[in-house]
């Protein structure tokens, strides 16, 4: 044996699950990645962060792919194809830092309760689609709208300019999208005011118990490995069809050319600005909760070649965020078309409200307000659902006892996510997610940090490269190793301090600090805390407990095959003298 095992460390030994299952077709984790790029919530929170930016703001984006994004890709795929397991049971390669795997469940967790309002709001819209009179329309708009209110609309933007057109001293006008009030409209208070009276809308609670139930189903039929990943492959394929074909419907809206024009030759100023900007959608390539990667290369097959699935990965996902940025870019200058330089259009979240008055002025407005709110819900529903599939198959991989109970946990699971969310049905909620969001930035790449100093430190640059050898099949470059070890954690770093940056600007009452303290920053707390319990539960010296709970434990991969040659090949090899210390320890 010339691995150290669990037994002579005093750790729970690692019992691999074999009935797991892996992809039908090796490009269902491809696709399974690409969803991951469909987690809108950048778009809703960031939006001018990155969009105003124009194609030159995103062209960093190839810079990022090369010195940390597809090289930290490569290294989350490492960890889950070589071990065969989720984001827990893979850090049995530095048992001290297995903290890090029940971080990224909660994280994950954390995340899924707020994430629902992506899909909650798009089903708003798809469900009044079927009216005979959109009620954000300009037509529908008078129905139900308090005119007493004094709240000017795009649907009399040009009677207000041609009151003041005689005018020579006239203050700019603020204009509100008749989308955005409709959906305000569920509350009687304002939303994301602290001193308004906490909220609750039915209407919105009726659709999160639906999108809840959506995703139970799901579950229900595709629970299987190879059945959930035909469903992603099928799910990501037809968003992104959906989006294509509104893309060049939105071509022939007003302003749209002007958008997709300006979008493509921007200021040459703005470069400099996408380069520090596009840190936050490079890291968008995780998904939502960190760890997704290394559960979801965990059903490759062991010889995969990751090297060039996650270049095709990030290039997919960046061709995924063109084309939302795009869109974005058509709606805002739609409203940039039907005003002036003294208005102003109030467009919230456009993507997901403002956008819906948009399309009620196309020809086939009902038609074509379903087809756009189907794409978003479904995006909402493949990010939504990748992560609880890659939360459940960790746990499962980690306790061996729940794997008799998969669906008693599952729906286990899901209905407690459900009555979690419900706190997003309220006006405070509703502004919550936001900050909650910000604070990913921060806590991914503290992670990722972490992940670095895991592998390629503490299990070390020449047993990480001798693995990965080994699972590939072909070499793995130095300079690879180098960029990972050195170059990488730099920009994680700038992305950590710009995180908390973040955060502390999002967090701007108590209950959201309250929130994100206990949702976000607090089980990070676990990591240390994990480590010091496999110390003390280990023997010996201080010394000796430290460099025994940072070995790696178990680490070899789960089918007897590959496990036998890669027991020979670590034997043959001189770069295992750490390994044979252990062995020697252990007998």
């Given at each position: ?250 071509l022939f809206l007003p302003g749209a050319l002007t958008g997709v024009n300006k979008y493509l030759t921007p200021e040459a100023e703005h470069l400099a600005m996408g380069s520090v900007s596009t840190f936050i959608i490079a890291l968008q390539a995780f998904g939502a909760g960190w760890g997704t990667v290394i559960a979801l290369s965990s059903f490759n097959g062991f010889k995969t070649n990751i090297m060039s699935f996650s270049w095709i990965i990030s290039f997919g996902q960046v061709f995924i965020f063109i084309l939302f940025g795009l869109v974005s870019f058509m709606l805002d200058h739609y409203f940039k078309e039907v005003s002036d330089a003294t208005n102003y259009v109030l467009h919230d979240w456009l993507l997901f409200l403002s956008g819906a ?231």
């Amino acid at each position: 044996m010339v691995y150290e095992t669990s037994y002579g460390t005093g750790l729970r030994p690692f019992s691999p699950d074999l009935n797991r299952g892996k992809w039908e077709k090796p490009t269902d984790y491809i696709f399974a990645c690409l969803g991951l790029a469909l987690k809108l919530d950048v778009f809703a929170a960031s939006y001018w962060y990155f969009f105003e930016l124009g194609i030159l703001g995103i062209l960093p984006y190839f810079v990022y792919m090369v010195i940390y994004l597809v090289p930290i890709l490569v290294v989350h795929s490492f960890m889950g194809q070589f071990s065969s397991s989720g984001f827990i049971s893979a850090f049995r390669v530095s048992p001290f830092f297995k903290g890090m795997g029940y971080v990224s469940a909660f994280l994950s967790i954390s995340m899924l309760v707020y994430y629902s309002i992506f899909a909650a709001v798009p089903l708003l819209f798809m469900v009044n689609s079927f009216r005979p009179t959109l009620p954000w329309s300009c037509e529908g708009f008078e129905s139900w709208h308090n005119v007493s209110s004094g709240q000017s609309t795009i649907c009399n933007i040009t009677k207000a300019f041609d009151e003041n057109e005689n005018e020579t001293d006239y203050y700019s006008s603020v204009f509100h999208v008749p989308s955005v009030l409709y959906f305000e409209n569920h509350f009687s208070n304002e939303i994301g005011y602290p001193e308004e009276e906490f909220e609750l809308s039915w209407h919105l609670l009726g659709l999160f118990v639906l999108v809840w139930a959506m995703i139970a189903f799901i579950f229900y039929k595709f629970s299987e490995t190879e059945k959930f990943g035909k469903f992603i492959r099928y799910m990501v394929i037809g968003t992104l069809a959906l989006l294509l074909v509104c893309f060049l419907r939105f071509l022939f809206l007003p302003g749209a050319l002007t958008g997709v024009n300006k979008y493509l030759t921007p200021e040459a100023e703005h470069l400099a600005m996408g380069s520090v900007s596009t840190f936050i959608i490079a890291l968008q390539a995780f998904g939502a909760g960190w760890g997704t990667v290394i559960a979801l290369s965990s059903f490759n097959g062991f010889k995969t070649n990751i090297m060039s699935f996650s270049w095709i990965i990030s290039f997919g996902q960046v061709f995924i965020f063109i084309l939302f940025g795009l869109v974005s870019f058509m709606l805002d200058h739609y409203f940039k078309e039907v005003s002036d330089a003294t208005n102003y259009v109030l467009h919230d979240w456009l993507l997901f409200l403002s956008g819906a008055s948009i399309i009620s002025t196309m020809g086939w407005a009902n038609l074509w307000t379903f087809i756009y709110y189907t794409m978003l819900l479904m995006a909402a529903l493949i990010v939504m659902t990748t992560q609880i599939f890659t939360v459940l198959q960790s746990i499962f991989d980690e306790f061996e006892k729940l794997r008799e109970r998969k669906q008693e946990v599952t729906f286990g699971l899901i209905g407690g996510l459900a009555l979690c969310s419900f706190m997003f049905c309220t006006n405070h909620g509703i502004s919550f997610f936001f900050a909650l969001g910000s604070d990913a930035l921060a806590t991914h790449s503290l992670l990722h940090l972490l992940l670095i100093l895991v592998v390629l430190w503490i299990y070390g640059r020449e047993r990480f490269q001798r693995d990965i050898e080994f699972m590939l099949g072909q070499p793995f470059a130095s300079w690879k190793v180098f960029i990972i070890r050195f170059i990488a954690p730099i920009i994680l770093l700038i992305c950590l301090l710009a995180g908390i940056g973040l955060s502390l600007v999002s967090h701007f009452s108590a209950v959201i600090i309250v929130i994100s303290l206990i949702l976000v920053w607090l089980p990070i707390l676990a990591i240390p805390g994990f480590g010091l319990y496999y110390l003390f539960q280990s023997t010996g010296t201080f010394s000796d407990r430290c460099r025994r709970t940072c070995r790696p434990t178990d680490w070899y991969p789960v089918e007897m095959e590959h496990r036998q040659q890669y027991e020979e090949a670590v034997g043959n090899t001189e770069m295992t003298h750490q390994l044979f210390e252990v062995t020697e320890e252990v007998n």
